[in-house]
C-alpha cells in the first residue's frame, strides 16, 4: 500500500469537505496510515507535525494511551445507547464534570454530536425558552461581521463569513449582524482593549433597538476562527455580559474552537470573568478522537421547558447518537488529564514560545501586516508591504503557497487565506515550535517574492 495507490481510490469516490474538488488533481490528499504525538504519518513514510491539530480537534495527541485505554474498556461494556428515556455512568459523569470545570451557573447539559448541531440546539433552546416565557415575539439573533458558527443552515444564518454563507443566503432566516471587534481593525497606536471597547458602542445601540425581539447575541469569545483567526479583547465580553442581562437578552457562547485551554484559559470566557447562558463546547472535547457537542446552560432556561407533557413546553429536538458513550469516556479520559497533568500551565509557557518565535521570525517581515495570539493560538497575515489596509488578492492564493511548502520541512500548516496560523496539539515541544515558525518563515518569504 502506497500514497499513490491510496489517493487514485479516494478521487474515484470520495467528496471531500470544503474543497474544490477539482485541485486534487494537482495536489492531492496525503493518506495518513497512523499518527503519534504531534505527528501524522503517510504510507510512504513521510512524517508531518499536526500544526492545525487537524482541524482544531486534537489536544494531546494522535494516538494518546490514556484516552486510548478508555476508549477501550468503554467498548467492553456499552458503544451505544439511546438518550431518550435512557442514559448511562459517562454521560452522567460527564454532565457532573461539565458542571463543575465550565463557569459558575452552568449546571445542565444536552449533548449533540458535533459543533453546527450544538448551535443549532442553542439557537432553538433561546428561542423556546422566550416562547414558553410569554415572549413569542423574539424570534432574532444578534452577531458579529467576520463570525463563523457552523455549516447547518441555523448556524449558518447567524454567520458573517460569504465564502460560506452567500451561496444558501436565501434559505436562512434573517439575523442581526454587528460589526464586531475585531482588532485586525485597529488605528495606528490603538490597543486591543481600546478598539474592542469603541467597537462595542455599535453592539449596544443594536441592543437598544432590537432587545424587544431578539432571542440571543451569539459569539466566538477571544478569536474567530474561520474568519481568519481574527481576535479581540475580553474587555468586549464583558461588556457584552453587563449588555444582555440589562436588555433581556441571553448570551451565547460558541468555545466549539476556543475552549479547553485554547486560549490560554480552559475556557475563553474565563478571561473575561463572565458566564453566558449557554456555552456551545465541542472539537477539543473529546480530545479529538470521537464527534461529541455539549450545550451547557442553567437552571433559568432548563427550568422553562420543565411542565407537565401535556403543556407541550418540552424541548423536543434529538440526534441519534447524541450522548453517547464512547466519546463521553473520551471526554471524561480528556479532562482529566487537564487535572492531572497542569496542562494550562504548561501550554502557557508553550504560547511564550509560540509567542517569542513569531515576532522573532516575522517583527521585520516586510509583507506580514499582522501578528496576533491568544494562548495556543497564533496567526500571521500577509499584507502587500506589510499594509492591513492592502490584502493580497485571495485569488493568488498566496496562503497555499506556504502549505505547500510546509510539505517539504514536513509541516501541516493549512492556511486560511493570507493567513498562516499555529494551532498545534499541547503536547508540542518548544523546538517543534520553533521549527514550525521557521517553515513557514520561508514559505512566507516565497509566498510573497513576487
Known sequence: MNNQTLVARDLARVW???????????????????????YLEDYDGNRY????????????????PRINAAIADQLEHVEHVMMAGFTHEPVIRLSEKLAEVTPEGLTRCFYADN??????????????YWRNSGRGEKTKFIALTNSYHGETLGALAVGDVDLFK??????LMDSIIVEGPDC?????????????????????????????????????PLVQCAGQMRMYDPVYLELLREACDRHGV?????????????????????????APDFMCLSKGITGGYLPLCAVVTTEDVYAAFYDDFETLRAFLHSHSYTGNPLACR???ATIEIFETDDVIARNRELAQVLHD??????????????????????????????DRNQPFPWQERRGLRVYRHGLTRGCLLRPLGNVTYFMPPYVITPDEIRHLVATAREGVDRATAD
Open 16 to 38: 471531500h469537505p470544503c474543497t474544490q474538488m477539482k485541485d486534487l488533481e494537482t495536489l492531492p490528499p496525503i493518506p495518513f496510515r497512523r499518527g503519534e504525538g504531534v
Open 49 to 64: 507535525i499536526d500544526a492545525v491539530s487537524s482541524w482544531w480537534v486534537n489536544l494531546f495527541g494522535h494516538a494518546n
Open 115 to 128: 459543533g453546527s448541531s450544538g448551535i443549532e440546539a442553542a439557537l432553538k433552546m433561546s428561542y423556546h
Open 166 to 171: 452567500k451561496t444558501y443566503s436565501p434559505l
Open 184 to 220: 485586525f481593525h485597529r488605528d495606528e497606536g490603538e490597543s486591543w482593549e481600546a478598539h474592542s471597547r469603541k467597537m462595542f458602542a455599535q453592539m449596544e445601540a443594536a441592543l437598544a433597538e432590537h432587545a424587544h425581539e431578539a432571542c440571543a447575541v451569539i459569539v466566538e
Open 250 to 274: 441571553h448570551l451565547i457562547a460558541d468555545e466549539i474552537a476556543v475552549g479547553f485551554g485554547r486560549t490560554g484559559t480552559m475556557f475563553a470566557c474565563e478571561q473575561a470573568g463572565i
Open 330 to 332: 473520551a471526554a471524561l
Open 357 to 386: 518565535s513569531l515576532h522573532e521570525a516575522f517583527g521585520d517581515h516586510p509583507h506580514v501586516g499582522d501578528i496576533r495570539q491568544h494562548g495556543m493560538i497564533g496567526a500571521i497575515e500577509m499584507c502587500r508591504d506589510g
